[in-house]
């Protein structure tokens, strides 16, 4: 049984996060039916309880200030958290990656469902932070897209922060050349994030260059993956 005030979640957004997990990988193999039939009752009672919350917290929203709702959860294979931080109710649990593909997210109504979330994307008034469990990334804040400015890839990254080490890879340290030509590295656009928000399977800056000192446009995607200690920096959109 569950008693929450509503205060701190009124308007919020649920999120039903699964993590995929070593252990229930090793017991997949050896009881794949029985395992995998679990982790599904498990997952199903998990998603009418969120949906319930959510139009429990929808209900209470519209009554006085300091109303309230007993809850019943039916709780199996997993727990349920309050992240009054990012303002979410949210369900956790391991299970087999048989039964969902990794990263995946789906939205309905308030509620999240997907795989591997824990990667955010936050803006600040000049620099973006993408973060998951292993990594923090600065990005540079540049333009948008009506007011282009000068860009130079190398120094798109503010910093790198590996958490495990607590080392910190600065901007003099990254060089960022597109196809290796130096004419490539200058020239005008914008930075902008991909997503903004908590609970993302992957957090993405884009730099949109929209004409480099060669006359080329293409786009920079910098990605952080959930659950991975490593950046992706790639190039996409390449005109000339």
Known sequence: MWKKATS??????????????????????????????KNQIAINYARKNIADIDS???????????????????VSNGK??????????YFQTNVSPNI?????RTKTGNVFFGTQLNSESIEYDDYFILENSYLIVNISKKGNDENY????TSKIINSIYFKE???????????IIPDNCIDQESGIGYVYLKEKGFFLPRAIAVARMIKANNNASFD??????????????YLKNYNI
């Open 8 to 37: 701190p979640l009124i308007a919020g957004v649920l999120y039903f996060a699964i993590i995929m997990g070593a252990i229930s990988i090793i017991l997949s193999v050896i009881y794949p039916f029985v395992e995998d039939s």
């Open 56 to 74: 429990i917290i929808s209900s209470i929203a519209l009554q006085e200030q300091d109303a309230a709702k007993i809850i019943d959860l039916y």
């Open 80 to 89: 349920y958290k309050i992240d009054e931080g990012k303002n979410a109710v």
């Open 100 to 104: 969902f593909s990794t990263r995946f």
């Open 149 to 152: 400015q000068d860009i130079n």
């Open 165 to 175: 080490k607590k080392l910190y890879l600065y901007q003099q340290n990254i060089s």
């Open 220 to 233: 920079i995607y910098f990605e952080l993956p959930s659950d991975s200690d490593f950046l992706l920096i």
